[in-house]
């Protein structure tokens, strides 16, 4: 049994994620038979350990996942000291669940979005203890998209002095910053019971290699309020900025009698961010677009239970194609995905509700229920949960705009500016350096639109699909800008060049949902970046989705493909559109769709180009096809009458990408790629791929900790004799690991039902993906991938 706190540190915080036991009932009962329960490791998403069937209650909003009532017990044993208090942090529960420590009912939390802390009462004994947790996401269907069901994010056991620093109440600004001097305000609350006059308050600052670079104290004696507040001038400050995430570390501690009684470590960042009408957003003084995407919180074949190296290798390819800001659609993230935007330099739009008071349905896939939701407990725990979110993630240079909803109904109804107002209010209190924004579906929608009412509360318009009604499919933000020229205005969500990876078949082009084809799907986006890219009062556009999630879809579907990265985070054809646009530093040239195609020889079909170049050349089989060319944006006459500062652009379309017609059979296609003088910077080729000769794994790293915790990520593909992916001769590949876990495979179709954690999968377009998880104590990780024909590949991964 593990035992905590032998050796009492100021303040300890010890992981509790080891050693559970969880059971799945039908009743809020206890489960008394011992068979009913099974060992698990916390995160954990009881919604991915089982098959989705089309009857599951959650329906295709939730991804026809079972969920129910779950139990969660462990025992442990604490060494308890006088005068110390014991706290466990949930990072969050979805949902509603209830705690008990050694039979007593302590606590419960109901949204599963938003951390909480139960204070450990008398009850807790010094030696064994048993803690039960009942989770109830048995009202379904109860979330638009998949949720999770489960103790899906961290849990932390702490202990601190009875006189401490309370969670969440340090709070670090920096209000005024030169090349010189950077002024770092910091506020902390003291809660217990303590003698004022003999409390400190003390601040030391580590620069980003761990340095000391400023301090100050200060006494709490005579000071009316639990809150005490310090400033700090630092020298030559380091800003965070998007290409350089520079971070400080603020060490707080409570100091009584000269003995320090606790003590913070917060990371923050040194950075001005502003907003105007004329200019949209600007950080350290510069214009910056929000090139966004949204973002739910699943992990795919983990489910809600990620570890954070997987939105690590996700985020790093997000940034790769040029993205610098995040929408967390729609609810607070993982404290760890703050974390990496923090580290990696995304901007975060941080996102509280998708309901408030007024129910919202939810009608995907067969739903035959009544919908529930957060509205349901909206007016007793909103206020409770918008503050837990700001006081977590407030001091994250990432974040810099708080968003009160999404879609909400309120937007439209005559009273719903109250709940606006409320929600704004309390951002402003709790973070008076942030602007608020709420993301609207009906701002000319017929017969109720969004009030101007309640768009008067926002600080910043937020619009989802902002060319959805009438003239504004043409005109987008320029009616609201000639009526409201002082409103700020982004598109919160937006249009993206998305769909299924590897899917090339005819598209159902008859309605407005349904697929569209790869040589027109990205047309309206690319109508929206035009638009967004040359009127500099839009903030930017977070177009729907980073990568695609479950839920939210019809069966035989469990997820949706709007992403543009799938749920393996392997990247689709309209990644590659986008970092075409947004990447300017190193050429972008790729050609859609691949060769293999089941079509007959001869057949004349659309084959794309994504670029940067100012030009590029096709050649099949050796023969031009001719040179194509488009320039964006435009560039106009400078000093006089026809000179241009660049080489005049013989363009052939006004469209962000490139087109030839071309026949079917060939054996080569190649695209030669030049800059405005014509020089070649860079050249790709197709080629129709072979039989599957064999199987290639990349590891994303060589070697993992042995904590238990840490994850290495598998990408499979099957390769022919010359080592290209085979996209049409899918086959099941088998994985067995040694000396440590599989926690989930996967292949990114929506429509496979294989369960996650089954150690077989088809591949699909010729690639698959699988998580390992390290064991608690060093060893060699062995993993075998085998498929029917091919050798297998073992790999050696050294955990330490």
Request: glycine share 8%; hydrophobic share 40%.
């Amino acid at each position: 049994m593990e035992r905590f706190f032998d050796k009492p540190a100021i303040r300890d915080e010890a992981f509790f994620g080891f050693d559970w036991q969880f059971a799945l009932t039908d009743s809020s009962s206890f489960p008394t038979d011992d068979a009913a329960w099974r060992a698990v490791q916390l995160p954990h998403d009881w919604s991915v350990d089982y098959p989705v069937e089309e009857s599951a209650p959650s329906c295709g909003s939730g991804g026809y996942v079972r969920t129910g009532i779950g139990w969660y017990r462990r025992s442990f044993s604490l060494v308890k000291q006088t005068g110390r208090r014991y706290v466990l942090r949930f990072d969050g529960v979805y949902m509603n669940c209830d705690v008990w420590l050694n039979g007593q009912h302590i606590g419960g939390h109901v949204y599963g979005y938003t951390g909480f802390e139960l204070e450990l009462p008398a009850a807790l004994a010094d030696g064994e203890n048993e803690l039960l947790v009942r989770v109830d996401n048995s009202q379904q269907p109860g979330s638009r998209w998949y949720t999770g069901s489960g103790i899906t994010r961290n849990v932390w056991l702490i202990s601190t002095a009875s006189t401490h620093l309370r969670t969440g109440s340090v709070f670090i600004t920096t209000p005024e910053i030169t090349d010189n001097t950077a002024k770092v305000c910091i506020q902390a609350d003291v809660s217990g019971a303590y003698e004022q006059a003999s409390l400190y308050l003390a601040v030391a600052l580590l620069d980003s290699q761990g340095n000391p670079c400023a301090n100050a104290e200060c006494s709490l004696r005579g000071v009316s309020t639990l809150t005490s507040q310090l400033e700090l001038i630092l020298q030559h400050p380091q800003r965070w900025d998007i290409d350089t995430p520079c971070l400080y570390t603020a060490v707080v501690q409570l100091l009584q009698h000269g003995q320090p009684v606790d003590e913070m470590q917060v990371r923050f960042g040194i950075r001005e961010i502003a907003y105007n009408a004329e200019q949209g957003f600007l950080l350290n003084g510069r214009k910056v677009i929000m090139q966004g995407v949204c973002l739910h919180h699943d992990g795919g074949c983990v489910g809600a239970a990620v570890p954070p190296a997987i939105w690590q290798r996700r985020l790093a390819k997000i940034k790769a194609m040029g993205c610098n800001a995040l929408r967390c659609s729609h609810n607070p993230p993982d404290p760890a995905l703050l974390d990496l935007a923090d580290e990696m330099g995304f901007v975060v739009m941080d996102e509280a509700f998708d309901e408030w008071h007024y129910m919202k349905g939810k009608e995907f896939g067969s739903n035959t229920h009544a919908s529930r939701g957060y509205s349901e407990w909206f007016d007793a725990c909103a206020a409770a949960d918008m503050t837990a979110m700001v006081e977590r993630d407030r001091n994250h240079p990432s974040v810099v705009m708080w968003s009160i909803g999404n879609e909400v109904r309120e937007q439209s109804i005559p009273d719903g500016w109250k709940y606006a107002r409320m929600l704004a209010g309390l951002c402003h209190g709790l973070d008076p350096t942030r602007p608020i924004t709420q993301a609207c579906d009906q701002m000319k929608a017929e017969p109720f639109p969004a009030t101007e009412a309640f768009l008067n509360e926002l600080d910043i318009v937020g619009v989802n699909y902002v060319d959805r009604w009438r003239e504004r499919t043409e005109t987008f933000f320029d009616e609201e800008k000639r009526e409201h020229p002082d409103w700020l205005f982004l598109g919160t969500e937006d249009i993206a060049v998305n769909g299924p990876r590897c899917d090339y078949s005819p598209a159902n082009t008859a309605t407005v949902w349904g697929p569209k084809s790869y040589y027109s799907k990205m047309l309206k986006a690319e109508k929206l970046w035009k638009y967004v890219r040359t009127r500099p009062f839009v903030i930017g556009s977070f177009m729907w989705t980073g990568v695609d999630y479950l839920g939210e879809c019809f069966w035989p579907h469990k997820g949706s493909s709007a992403g543009v990265l799938d749920t393996c985070g392997f990247e689709k054809d309209g990644w590659h559109f986008y970092r075409s646009q947004w990447v300017k530093d190193e050429p972008v040239l790729h050609l859609v769709p691949h060769m293999n195609l089941d079509l007959p020889a001869g057949t004349i079909y659309p084959l794309i180009c994504y670029t940067n170049c100012a030009s590029v050349e096709l050649l099949v089989d050796g023969v031009s096809y001719g040179v194509k060319a488009y320039e964006f944006p435009n560039q106009g006459m400078t000093k006089e009458w026809a000179h241009f500062d660049r080489p005049f652009a013989p363009i052939t379309t006004n469209d962000l990408h490139l087109s030839w017609d071309i026949p079917f059979g060939s054996s080569e296609v190649t695209a030669i790629g030049r800059d405005i003088y014509g020089r070649e910077i860079v050249r790709t080729m197709l080629r129709p791929a072979g039989a599957p000769a064999a199987l290639a794994v990349t590891l994303d790293r060589e070697s993992l900790r042995a904590d238990g915790r840490d994850v290495v990520q598998a990408e499979i593909a099957l390769v022919d004799v010359q080592g290209n992916i085979v996209p049409d001769h899918d086959l099941p590949v088998t994985l067995t690991v040694t000396g440590g876990e599989l926690l989930g495979m996967d292949n990114g179709r929506t429509d496979d039902q294989t369960p996650y954690r089954s150690g077989s999968r088809e591949t699909y377009g010729g690639l698959a993906y699988a998580i390992l998880r390290a064991p608690r104590v060093p060893s060699q990780m062995i993993l075998t991938v085998s498929a029917p024909g091919l050798a297998p590949v073992t790999l050696m991964i050294p955990c330490n």
